[in-house]
């Protein structure tokens, strides 16, 4: 917009010269003008991803036109793509590129053909009621274009859809369009007009939050299979071509699919486990057939950023969830608890279970939400679709002695046990989830569940540090796998090389999610590392570790 506004005034200020326009023609002018003004523009604001898109947009088609080409759309659109594709290879990995560049496709495969042949002669001027109708109708065929044939492409990138988008950017466009940005350009001579575009802008915002807090305002779904994808873009390519109706009515049972993707579940006595890659912190999550449990909530990584945000969220929706049945928190530690504020703000929590102190922030924020909650301690035993639950530690005398001592010695330990056997007939699956326990926390728990302690899948207690994972402890549990979930390089040293020795000597490989990333177990009990089944190129394949040379030795 700003390009064609510095274009046209400096093609009109070109066209008041007697000399310019012999060196050089008014429209030319006009459209390198336009150009350099962008790009001023541009570095002005930043010069970020979307900036450099639209100068690189910008400048393909002044370059067409200085050189006489006379190119279809559909052409420039492409020529325009392959631009910014070569100048910005990583552009083809952000959904903006393919929503603006699909945008703009749509919009040009969905005119209607001409009629026919324009007759001879002046055509008469429309009168000025006609001329805005028009417009309207133009401006709103252009909305309904983008809107539904972008829905689909939507669903793809980010699961959701805005269900009010439509009445929104009837209001925001024209708005920001025709006033808030000449008032915001204008304002660079007369600065109080600055203040009045704040004006314009904070109350666009208050009807944007009004609408946006709407119940149904937002339509969630879970990532689709590729099928359902195929189907889906294909129906929003349907919905706006210039067809026939019959024809256009298709794209409705193909964007069912999308709109509602298959979602498998475990069946009864079975549940998968998700660890999360989400750094330096823990956080799993435990699904049944018809159950959800969250045992912790990940870091916090900046005062405005933390894995519940950043990873979580993003990561249960796209499994299709809509509500946590049971948030566990095991203890206060704000690797383990710093995406919990947004957990609890971004999808309904059913209950919640802590060794949090009272007082504690998070208590107050879930009471305020409504939110049941309950210590967890030892003992406590439920059965969710076939599937067992207990809570091994903390011991409610230790619970209420040592809340506000050491965190780490109340942590809550949780052991998963299916019921339905594993792949292949095997035992059925099971897995201890064991927060920062230290050796003393260990200790007792061989002590009072000794052989039951063993599970299939252990989370390594304390991230790998020297001051778990105790021999005694391992050899009770008897793994089968073991995870570690530490950060990249951690700043504690986690996973410690002698902790890993421990797991080694039992002939186990733990995964670590700085190696592999997420570890995801499956239904029946096979588990695998995101990263080693789909990775990426940018993905760093460390090396195998070298072996630890025998004691007295170099």
Known sequence: MFAWLAGALIGWLWRRSARAPLWLPAPQAARWGGLVCAAAYALLAGWGVPAQRTVGMIAVVVLLRTAGARWPLHAVLLAVALAVAMGDPWALLQPGFWLSFVAVALLVASEPAQAGPVAAGPEPAAPWRSAVFQALRGGLRTQAVATVGLAPLTLVFFQQLSLVGFAANLVAIPLVTLIVVPLAMAGVLLPPLWALAAAFVEGLMVLLQAMAAWPWALWQTAAAPPWALTCGLLAGALAVLPLPPWQRWLALPLLLPLLWPPVPRPGPGQFE????????????????????????????????????????????????????????????????????????????????????????????????????????????????????????????????????????????????????????????????????????????????????????LLLVPHHGSKTSSMPAFLQAVQPAQAVVQAAYRSRYGHPAPDVMARYEALGLQPLRSDRCGAYVQAADGSGCCVREVSRRYWHHAPAAPHPVPPAGRP
């Not at 405005?304 to 993003?314: H, I, K, Q």
């Not at 210590?375 to 969710?384: N, S, Y």
């Not at 230790?398 to 019921?419: I, M, W």
């Open 273 to 456: 486990l998700v660890a999360a890659d989400v750094g330096q912190g823990t956080a799993v999550l435990v699904r049944t057939q018809h159950h959800l449990l969250v045992y912790d909530a990940g870091p916090a990584y900046t005062p405005e950023a933390d894995a519940g945000s950043r990873v979580l969220l993003p990561l249960l929706r796209a499994r299709g969830e809509h509500r946590i049945d049971l948030l566990m928190l095991s203890h206060r530690d704000t690797d383990h608890t710093g995406g919990a504020a947004a957990l609890l703000a971004g999808l309904p929590v059913r209950a919640l279970a802590s060794s949090l102190e009272g007082g504690h922030p998070l208590l107050a924020n879930a009471a305020a939400r409504r939110v049941p909650q309950r210590a967890c301690t030892a003992g406590q035993r439920w059965v969710w679709d076939g599937v067992q639950f207990d809570v091994l530690h903390p011991p409610a005398e230790a619970l209420a002695a040592e809340r506000r001592g050491k965190p780490n010695t109340v942590s809550c330990v949780l052991r998963v046990q299916a019921t339905a056997p594993a792949l292949g007939g095997g035992p059925p699956p099971s897995v201890l989830l064991t927060g920062d326990i230290e050796a003393a926390q260990e200790a007792a728990l061989v002590q009072q569940h000794g052989a039951a302690l063993a599970s299939r």
